[in-house]
């Protein structure tokens, strides 16, 4: 059974830095398009960062230039480096696992999108506040 374990999360000020590491198992982790997503209360699940097996990968807007997602496929795991945090990145961040399907034209510009994933870990809490 695959199973996708977050950790990492927690409080931080403004300004903080947090690292989310994600391990997969069960799945042949080098095939797979990894993401990161994130949920605030009230909020729908927002794609915030992806990676390919190339270690090609694509940024939500909000985050560019402060998140940065690598993945160590010999450690099956996915990492998203948080600098510069904001009180708007504060929420429940999920990693989340898909084989890309069709042309490569298409899948790149759904990988921030829920429906490119089929497995999804529990989530950890970030909270951004001073």
């Known amino acids: 059974q695959v199973q996708l374990v977050e950790s990492g999360g927690g409080s931080v000020q403004p300004g903080g830095s947090l690292r989310l590491s994600c391990v997969a198992s069960?799945?042949?982790?080098?095939?797979?398009?990894l993401g990161w997503f994130r949920q605030s209360p009230g909020k729908e699940r927002e794609g915030v960062a992806a990676?390919?097996?190339?270690?090609?990968?694509r940024y939500t807007d909000s985050v560019k230039g402060r998140f940065f997602i690598s993945r160590d496929n010999a450690k099956n795991t996915v990492y998203l480096q948080m600098d510069s945090l904001e009180p708007e990145d504060t929420a429940t961040y999920h990693c989340?696992?898909?084989?890309?399907?069709?042309?490569?034209?298409?899948?790149?510009?759904?990988?921030?999108?829920?429906?490119?994933?089929?497995?999804w870990g529990q989530g950890t809490q970030v909270t951004v506040s001073s």
């Open positions: 989340a696992a898909g084989l890309p399907r069709g042309p490569r034209i298409q899948w790149v510009r759904s990988v921030l999108s829920q429906s490119a994933y089929s497995f």
């Open positions: 069960e799945l042949t982790f080098s095939s797979y398009v």
């Open positions: 990676i390919d097996s190339t270690n090609w990968t």
